[in-house]
């Protein structure tokens, strides 16, 4: 099968034949891969800079792609309710299956630490026309053409965990921040347009994004390079503040910012991988009672919420489709801020 490998970090991916995967054991399936989004992390991978979250070095070649769709196209014995041609998305944490977290459903939050699919060399990913996935138990079936419904398996599905932490401070009158408008903080804006009633304001270096964000309902849009924008910000929402942050960047500014505007009562959660860092000093918190906090993914029953919310059309995806020939364009586009969305990744 055709496949895109990493050989060596900050290197190029080189598509070529690799042996189609086998099936490993009695609950594992192989997936017929249709799509695989592009992610921020793939990036950081392929630069050395993700950790192993076990402490592993990294396994090479590897096929990297953990937000990945396709249809089931070889089951073991042990597999059941699925069968050869379904559609399929495909969750990507795999926790060690006994821990207090694994046991409530939150194998991301895994007290082991999940293993990824696509990113642990445990198990390849999806940027290749099959790949296996270890049990049944991490697909879940969909209705239709899965290839555009990949980026829900990662960028949709953090982005909602992320906003539903954030929902209940989205009340009328409140104010919130969403930093970064890329594949992830697009979710997060419809979900935010969904679940409150906030005045939202996006935040991005891209004046592109910027207009998409206005389009898809931000309610004001703001440029980071802008050494005003804290007075901005304040001059919109008066001395209350912003009521919920959500950080896709991660960077020292970012959180910084997010600091000098949080409301009493507000929350900020970082998801961005951007490895900023921020002092809070602790009277503050005790002044504010405002929450800190981050994300890790979603649980399976929050991705088969995430599909449940794209199957009625309550939430769209915005996809760039791209030929796995052409995986290292896409990956260029990607670094360079190009992309609008997701790019997802066809063999
Ligand atoms: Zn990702
Ligand atoms: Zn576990």
């Known amino acids: 099968m055709k496949a895109a490998r990493l050989y ?18 009695e609950d594992g399936v ?33 096929i990297m792609g953990h937000e990945s769709s396709g249809y089931v196209h070889k089951v073991g014995g042990g ?30 939050r895994c007290s082991e630490d999940p293993i990824t699919i696509g990113l642990s060399p445990e ?53 919130s921040i969403i930093f970064g408008i890329g594949g992830l903080g697009f979710y997060a804006l419809q979900y935010m347009k969904l679940f409150g009633v906030s005045s939202i304001i996006a935040v991005d270096i891209n004046d592109a994004k910027l207009a998409m964000a206005k389009k898809w309902g931000a309610d004001y849009t703001f440029k980071f390079d802008d050494s005003a924008l804290p007075g901005k910000i304040s001059s919109i929402t008066g001395k209350n503040g912003v009521n919920a942050i959500v950080d896709f960047v991660g960077i020292n500014s970012t959180a910084n910012l997010a600091m000098k505007v949080l409301s009493n009562d507000g929350i900020y959660v970082n998801i961005g991988l951007g490895g900023g860092s921020v002092t809070i000093p602790l009277i503050y918190l005790i002044h ?18 995430v599909y449940n919310l794209a199957e ?36």
């Open 123 to 175: 198990y390849e990913g999806g940027f290749a026309e099959y790949m296996y996935v270890p049990s049944y138990r991490y697909l879940l079936k969909v209705k239709g053409d899965p290839t555009d419904l990949a980026p829900l398996t990662d960028a949709g599905l953090t982005a909602y965990r992320a906003v539903k932490k954030v929902r209940s401070h989205l009340n009328p009158g409140t104010f």
């Open 8 to 25: 060596a970090f900050k290197k190029p991916l080189v598509v070529e034949e690799v042996p189609e995967p086998k099936l490993l054991s």
């Open 30 to 62: 192989i997936v017929r891969v249709s799509g695989a989004g592009l992610c921020h992390t793939d990036l950081s991978y392929m630069d050395g800079l993700l950790p192993d979250v076990r402490g592993r070095t990294a396994k090479f070649p590897y």
């Open 312 to 347: 009625s059309g309550r939430v769209k995806s915005m996809v760039d489709r791209r030929k796995l020939g052409e995986i290292n364009d896409a990956i260029a586009d990607l670094r360079n801020g190009k992309l609008m969305g997701r790019a997802v990744i066809t063999p």
């Open 79 to 108: 597999v059941t309710g699925l069968k050869e041609g379904d559609a399929v998305l495909v969750y990507g944490a795999v926790g060690c299956g006994m821990c207090e977290f694994c046991k409530r459903g939150e194998e991301n």
């Open 288 to 305: 504010s009672e405002s929450i800190v906090t981050g994300n890790m993914w979603g649980t399976y029953n929050e991705l088969r919420e």
